[in-house]
């Protein structure tokens, strides 16, 4: 039992509150508002009871398979959100200008004189959901509030986390890596919401079409649910903050961990420790070459000579 409350409360509460919760969420409301508006295939009957609404069973069935569907789909769904899929190439370039201007606009705005403490505090949040190099800014507030984490480990120490994250969540402290995945479901949630609200808002806008539509009550459901999905939008963004704070934390107590699981010395210079992980990525990246050997020697660990030495001939 044990084991299987660790799991749950690991990976499996992620998937079941990132993903299924809201699919759960959406699916109720399909079932309220849209479902009785639509004429029932004969192959679904039983699945609807005499009240005209899904069974339990039939709802959380339904939700765990979208919930799985979403989890799987999930990087094609953030990319579209962050502006690197499906974008035209002029919306693209337009998206990031507009980014660039809301940041330089905030930062403005935060050292004017008379602005009060809290105004200021909130201004540099949001100035701080953006990257800290100008040549990283995404073209949508998501992708920049994510890229800001992605960018944190080469920003600081040349670590390219977006090329070792697979090692540096193996070698750092556990709790540091689980804080990573329980902050980004709380981003999950609010992505899954806001792609399962639109799918509704059109399900119910398609709606209208039924002979014995309830039109009145679609219309409200779909106006209500786009009404809906900016602030899904920027609760998301907001979600970003938590899970910035955990990637950082997993960059700052990893490094050592990693460095040493690679056989490597941590130089306790920052310069020397940046040209280390850059000559880490770069080997990475790219095919082997001897030249690598004596780039890294430097930082190699001295691994003591458990060579037994030749008997005595005294």
């Given at each position: 039992?044990?084991?299987?409350?660790?799991?749950?409360?690991?990976?499996?509460?992620?998937?079941?509150?990132?993903?299924?919760?809201?699919?759960?969420?959406?699916?109720?409301?399909?079932?309220?508002?849209?479902?009785?508006?639509?004429?029932?295939?004969?192959?679904?009957?039983?699945?609807?009871?005499?009240?005209?609404?899904?069974?339990?069973?039939?709802?959380?069935?339904?939700?765990?398979?979208?919930?799985?569907?979403?989890?799987?789909?999930?990087?094609?769904?953030?990319?579209?959100?962050?502006?690197?899929?499906?974008?035209?190439?002029?919306?693209?370039?337009?998206?990031?200008?507009?980014?660039?201007?809301?940041?330089?606009?905030?930062?403005?705005?935060?050292?004017?004189?008379?602005?009060?403490?809290?105004?200021?505090?909130?201004?540099?949040?949001?100035?701080?959901?953006?990257?800290?190099?100008?040549?990283?800014?995404?073209?949508?507030?998501?992708?920049?509030?994510?890229?800001r984490f992605e960018t944190y480990g080469y920003d600081r120490y040349c670590l390219d986390t977006q090329v070792l994250w697979s090692e540096l969540t193996s070698a750092a402290p556990e709790t540091a890596s689980k804080q990573v995945h329980t902050a980004r479901t709380n981003v999950d949630f609010f992505v899954a919401l806001l792609y399962g609200h639109g799918v509704m808002a059109a399900t119910a806008f398609a709606s209208l079409?039924?002979?014995?539509?309830?039109?009145?009550?679609?219309?409200?459901?779909?106006?209500?649910?786009?009404?809906?999905?900016?602030?899904?939008?920027?609760?998301?963004?907001?979600?970003?903050?938590?899970?910035?704070?955990?990637?950082?934390?997993?960059?700052?107590?990893?490094?050592?961990?990693?460095?040493?699981?690679?056989?490597?010395?941590?130089?306790?210079?920052?310069?020397?420790?940046?040209?280390?992980?850059?000559?880490?990525?770069?080997?990475?990246?790219?095919?082997?070459?001897?030249?690598?050997?004596?780039?890294?020697?430097?930082?190699?660990?001295?691994?003591?000579?458990?060579?037994?030495?030749?008997?005595?001939?005294?």
């Open positions: 039992m044990g084991d299987i409350a660790k799991g749950v409360l690991g990976g499996g509460w992620a998937l079941l509150v990132g993903w299924i919760l809201p699919a759960a969420l959406n699916l109720v409301v399909f079932a309220l508002t849209v479902a009785p508006s639509l004429p029932r295939a004969a192959v679904f009957g039983p699945l609807w009871p005499a009240s005209g609404l899904p069974t339990p069973l039939a709802l959380l069935v339904a939700a765990c398979l979208l919930g799985l569907v979403l989890n799987a789909l999930q990087t094609p769904l953030y990319r579209l959100l962050e502006g690197y899929l499906l974008w035209p190439q002029g919306a693209y370039l337009r998206g990031i200008r507009v980014q660039r201007n809301r940041r330089d606009k905030a930062q403005s705005l935060a050292r004017r004189e008379g602005v009060s403490p809290i105004r200021r505090a909130l201004l540099a949040e949001k100035v701080s959901r953006y990257p800290a190099d100008d040549g990283q800014i995404a073209p949508s507030r998501l992708g920049n509030a994510i890229r079409a039924a002979a014995h539509a309830n039109r009145p009550v679609l219309v409200v459901t779909g106006l209500a649910l786009i009404a809906l999905i900016p602030l899904w939008y920027r609760a998301a963004v907001a979600a970003t903050d938590e899970w910035a704070s955990a990637v950082r934390a997993l960059v700052n107590l990893g490094r050592k961990p990693l460095a040493d699981g690679l056989g490597l010395l941590l130089p306790k210079r920052l310069d020397d420790e940046r040209t280390m992980w850059k000559l880490v990525t770069r080997m990475s990246n790219r095919p082997y070459a001897p030249s690598a050997d004596p780039a890294l020697a430097p930082y190699r660990l001295e691994v003591p000579d458990t060579t037994p030495s030749p008997p005595s001939t005294r």
